[in-house]
């Protein structure tokens, strides 16, 4: 079920931006432009830690379960991303551009491995 608008109301786009893994999700989404839900769990796990070296598999799969049952049904309820549950790809959506511009000062870096 969508509610695909020509734009976000601000209150909205506020909400879905409250919670910090779907910041970073979204943050994720503006420099790849396209992932999976397990290369996404393992960016926010790692973003999460600060570092890398000491994610655990448990903080991934924990992110993973977020991921699938909670924040991705909403941001595309809201049509901000597109969610394939066959591919488990991950894309933007119409409404995407309605966050853009408040995830794009979240400091992430795209080289955690």
Request: charged share 25%; glycine share 0%.
């Amino acid at each position: 079920m969508s509610l695909q608008r020509d734009t976000l109301e601000r209150e909205t786009v506020y909400s879905l931006l409250a919670n910090r893994v779907r910041g970073y999700l979204l943050r994720y989404l503006s420099i790849t432009d396209r992932t999976t839900v397990s290369e996404a769990a393992q960016r926010i796990a790692d973003w999460q830690r600060e570092t890398t070296a000491t994610t655990f598999e448990s903080d991934r799969t924990a992110v993973l379960v977020q991921l699938v049952h909670n924040h991705l049904p909403r941001l595309s309820q809201y049509d901000v991303v597109e969610y394939d549950r066959t591919t488990e790809e991950i894309t933007p959506s119409s409404n995407f551009e309605a966050v853009a511009p408040y995830v794009s000062d979240l400091e992430i870096s795209i080289d955690h491995q």
